[in-house]
């Protein structure tokens, strides 16, 4: 089909259209590049699976930003069962994280630095080298991941 299109040898129907511009990951106005044509607004449901990053009885990391987008930044919440912890090799020379917590109680570590967050406490650390986030507290954790990639 793609290759009748490109000879102009078929019209592709709007359905045909969309599979083609869903095909590589781009919206329907971008496909034609008319950008007013498709919605500016992109939404991740809560219950939408395809977002869960990781996801086990201990921790579950949801990512909050569009899969399609550059991956300089990514943003995710993270839930940490009493017990649970989410540890991570050195990512990309330059790499920070910023935490925000928003239930419990955590601790975070960076190299040999760390500190103890609680509820509204918010941190940034070197995530290039090897890092963790533990649950501190007796209850479930949440907390909302940013990295940033230089």
Do not use: W
């Not at 299109?5 to 106005?29: S, W």
């Not at 009493?82 to 790499?95: P, W």
């Not at 090897?130 to 940033?148: Q, R, S, W």
Request: charged fraction near 25%.
């Amino acid at each position: 089909m793609l290759s009748q299109i490109e000879r102009e040898e078929a019209n592709p129907t709007l359905a045909v259209t969309l599979r083609i511009a869903q095909a590589f990951g781009m919206g329907l106005g971008d496909l034609l590049e008319m950008p007013g044509a498709a919605s500016n607004l992109s939404v991740i449901r809560a219950e939408d699976h395809a977002f869960h990053y990781r996801s086990d009885k201990a921790c579950r990391i949801r990512t909050l930003s569009p899969l399609n987008l550059e991956k300089d930044v990514e943003f995710y919440e993270v839930q940490l069962q009493a017990g649970g912890v989410l540890r991570s090799a050195a990512h990309f020379e330059g790499t920070r994280e910023f935490i925000t917590v928003q239930k419990g109680r955590v601790h975070v570590e960076s190299a040999d630095d760390a500190e103890t967050l609680n509820p509204g406490d918010s941190a940034s650390y070197r995530a290039d080298v090897p890092h963790a986030i533990v649950n501190a507290g007796k209850a479930e954790a949440v907390v909302f991941l940013v990295d940033i990639y230089r």
